[in-house]
């Protein structure tokens, strides 16, 4: 079973797919881990991109890049255009070489721009208020200005119809650690009875 779990930034999707992993013993794909990667792999072209400045210590700094790009649609959409059709394809890669007895979670934010709905068993959406986003938020750093970009920028934009069509669960997550954590436990259990487990 491959399950997805997606949603915008500061829902807590890496933490219901964490707690996912626990109950069912599966494997992890991080898609924000695996497009770092892809952007070390790319440093030299994305340098001449953008500039020496977005190097710190012989690597890409994430935040001096996530500034650049989130304050500028043209330079999100210059990086995305080089990064997420290797990222794609990598996770592709990626989710074959697990094996097929193994549960496959994949963390991914953008789901729905890549319009990838139909690679996953099950599309699990995490859900969470504004300000329990900006919240979680505030260990990256960034000003609250992009932080709002960066939400524009993922916001999970579906129209009702199609969000009953291509969502399986949709998490909640405004509360506490435990109170997700017994929702994603509950989640997992019917899964288990929709694979008949």
Known sequence: MIIGVTGDIGTG???VAKFLKEFSKGEIINVDKLGWEILEKKKAKLIDTFGEKIITRGKIDRKKLGKIVFND?????????????L???ELKNRILKIPDDILKIVDCALVY?????????????????????????????????????????????????????????????????????????????????????
Request: net charge positive; charged share 30%.
């Open 87 to 89: 990222l794609i394809k």
């Open 73 to 85: 649609k043209n330079k999100l959409q210059l990086l995305n255009s080089v990064i997420h059709p």
């Open 13 to 15: 999707k890496s933490t």
């Open 113 to 197: 721009q890549w319009e990838i709905e139909e690679w996953f068993d099950r599309l699990i959406v995490v859900t969470s208020s504004y300000e329990s986003r900006q919240k979680r938020t505030k260990r990256l750093k960034y000003n609250k200005e992009i932080i709002d970009n960066i939400m524009k920028s993922q916001i999970v934009n579906y129209g009702q119809d199609k969000c009953d069509k291509l969502v399986d669960i949709i998490i909640d997550n405004d509360s506490s650690l435990s109170a997700l954590r017994a929702k994603v436990k509950k989640v997992w259990g019917s899964l288990l009875l929709a694979i008949g487990q």
